[in-house]
């Protein structure tokens, strides 16, 4: 069976701080692909990175960096220098399962504050 | 990238009354199209898998009979909640998977839709 847990449901940081939003997922398969996705107040789904189960190599994108470790299955996501545009609910969500299944699990979202 | 739009994004209907959702991949062909729901504060659901051509896979505890899907095309899935109740509720959201673009992990989210049940 496929899980992804967000630990944290709400945090709040005053603007400027770093914060990390933390992703354990389970799955018994070798291959599969973990996303994170922003959701601002307006609805929308914000597409973020997508990393599949073999390549390990963190990633850095502006202020935004993905830490992907398998020996703790894990995929955290650390904004640096935050901003109350930061201010949404994010989603750590993975794929997993037989070569056809295309199910996107998605955790409970971590609802993120930036206190300007 | 790739788009995806839903119509409409807003609804506001009667208690009794139907509701249909269009999901529309406008720039690429999508054989496979998801549904999710998300009620607030909560995270998305998924409701079914719609697939071009063929019936609807619908995820345990989902009422096939009160949610049609309708996957007629390439780049339309149709998703009617039927005798609409205040549960009903709810924030709406479809994916398309791209065809020719990429592995089962290249989906595009459409914007939502918000359901209002009176």
């Known amino acids: 069976a496929q899980k992804v847990t967000q630990a944290q449901t709400e945090i709040s940081v005053v603007e400027k701080e770093d914060v990390t939003l933390d992703c354990v997922y389970e799955?018994?398969?070798?291959?599969?692909?973990l996303f994170w996705y922003k959701q601002p107040p307006s609805g929308e789904l914000v597409f973020l990175i997508r990393r599949n189960s073999f390549d390990e190599q963190n990633e850095i994108s502006g202020r935004y960096s993905w830490n992907f470790q398998k020996s703790t299955s894990s995929f955290n996501f650390t904004i640096t220098a935050s901003q109350v545009v930061d201010s949404a609910v994010y989603f750590c969500a993975l794929i997993g399962g037989p070569r056809r299944d295309d199910k996107i699990i998605f955790g409970k979202g971590t609802r993120l504050h930036i206190l300007p | 990238g790739a788009v995806v739009s839903q119509h409409p994004s807003w609804v506001i209907c009667k208690s009794g009354t139907s509701v249909k959702i269009e999901c529309r991949s406008l720039?690429?062909?999508?054989?496979?199209m998801f549904w999710y729901r998300q009620f607030p504060k909560q995270s998305l659901m998924l409701m079914a898998t719609?697939?071009?051509?063929?019936?609807?896979?619908?995820e345990q505890g989902v009422e096939k009979d009160k949610f049609l899907i309708n996957h007629a095309s390439l780049t339309l899935s149709t998703l009617t909640v039927t005798s609409a109740h205040p549960e009903d509720s709810s924030f709406y959201i479809c994916?398309?998977?791209?065809?020719?673009?990429?592995?089962?992990?290249?989906?595009?989210f459409g914007p939502g839709t918000r359901l209002l049940v009176l």
């Open positions: 799955t018994r398969d070798t291959t599969y692909y």
């Open positions: 719609s697939n071009e051509g063929s019936k609807a896979t619908y």
């Open positions: 994916s398309a998977r791209d065809l020719l673009g990429g592995g089962r992990e290249t989906q595009y």
């Open positions: 720039d690429f062909q999508a054989t496979t």
